[in-house]
């Protein structure tokens, strides 16, 4: 059985922690953004207007923590409840 309360936990602080370099490098390094869709995905785009702020730093890190918490809530319901 896995302990679903600290698998939510640990994963918040990996979220965030991820996040939070990302969100600086893209900062500190704006080109990394199209460099990442160019040679990690093979494609180009044009990614619009390069907004960072606090509002945009503070509701991704929500939207991310929600995404992140279901995927590994449903993980662990799924691995608790199928028996091999």
């Given amino acids: 059985m896995i302990n679903t309360n600290h698998l939510l936990k640990v994963t918040a602080a990996w979220v965030s922690i991820v996040y939070v370099v990302c969100f600086l490098g ?4 704006p080109g990394i953004r199209p460099a990442f869709m160019y040679y990690g995905l093979h494609t180009t785009t ?4 390069n907004v960072m702020t606090l509002t945009t730093f503070v509701s991704g890190l ?13 993980f662990a319901v799924l691995f608790n409840r199928i028996k091999a």
Avoid: D, K, P, R
């Fill in 26 to 29: 893209v900062a500190l390094f």
């Fill in 46 to 49: 044009n990614l619009g207007e």
């Fill in 62 to 74: 929500a939207v991310w923590n929600v995404v992140a918490y279901l995927a590994v809530g449903l």
